[in-house]
């Protein structure tokens, strides 16, 4: 039938944690379906082009510190897909001591490039957003909002913890009421990013970013510093989760202004914003976060949660959940 879709594994969400378990899936034998909501794969590790110029607008880099995801890494900087951007960031203005000493990882051509290498050969099927998932005798069942259908042997959920139960609710699926407390447990906090396409340079120390974790703006980085966007200078700025959340609902001015606020002290006189961009991230960090890498309950067809709320946070721990979510699920189906 045109409007059905089958295959062994459907999985929500085309972050790095889908794009990692399709590629164990597939690195199987198992036939697997990834859809995504939005026009691109990546999730929070997008690229955004903003006049002749690109930025990273979510993560911004990544560390390793596990040997299974230096592996993929270490494939990844032979390939010469990755680099090491820095060592260390500096907490203030120009001239700060800088403050770390583990390598931060940068893709080259910006974090959707890596997305776009590991989504490369897979089926992912983006601009399909899923309205509810059922099971179907011993698989699964799954419709989007375009009725088109997709059956599955077993199903992935990656999409924050909130969405992802939010698509158990229409077919009134029940969880083991201590294993739903520990998935509801999990809460996250907000991030709103900014682009900003200036006309000069900022006077932002070296590798080109500053880091301040407990301020209201806890991040600025300049893209053509970093190296991926060679044409024009665009700077990303994050607000804090505590600043986001009171700036969560004003217009997308105000937000805007606050943002571009902060490159004040890095600015000269003949600076000037000639474009400007907002992304708001309301699942952008997990809070209380799953003990295990991934979550399959035991009632139900082969169905696993997975994601940066499991086992660990950021680009590292979305990974390694992926990793191993995949690899649970091709066992089940072995």
Known sequence: MANKTQSDVLIVGSGITGLMAARTLTGRGLTVTVIERDEQPGGRMATYTIGPGMADVGAQFFTVSSPVFETWVNQWIDE?????????????????????????????????????????DLDVRTRSRLVAIAPNGPSWEAIDEKSKTYEA???????????????????QITLPDADRAALEAITYMPCLAGLFWINSTLSLPEPGAIHLPNAQ???????????????????????????SRQLWHRTEWEILAALEASLRLYKDPNTHTIERQLKAWQYAM?????????????????????????????VEGAALSGLAAGAALAARLA
């Open 217 to 243: 703006i806890t991040w600025i980085a300049d893209n053509r510093h970093k190296g991926i966007s060679p044409n024009a200078t665009i700077i990303t700025v994050h607000a804090g989760p505590e600043y």
């Open 80 to 120: 010469d897909r990755v680099f090491e951007w820095s060592q260390r960031w500096s907490r203030s203005s120009v001239g700060a001591t800088p403050f770390g000493s583990q390598p931060r990882y940068a893709a080259r051509g910006g974090m959707c490039s890596l997305i776009d290498h590991l989504a490369a």
């Open 286 to 314: 997990p809070i209380m976060p799953h003990p295990d890498r991934f979550y399959i309950p035991d009632n139900l067809p082969p169905l696993a949660f997975a994601g940066d709320a499991f086992g660990g946070p950021r």
């Open 153 to 171: 042997r077993a199903v992935l959920l990656t999409p924050p913890i909130p969405l992802a139960l939010d698509l158990l609710k229409p077919a």
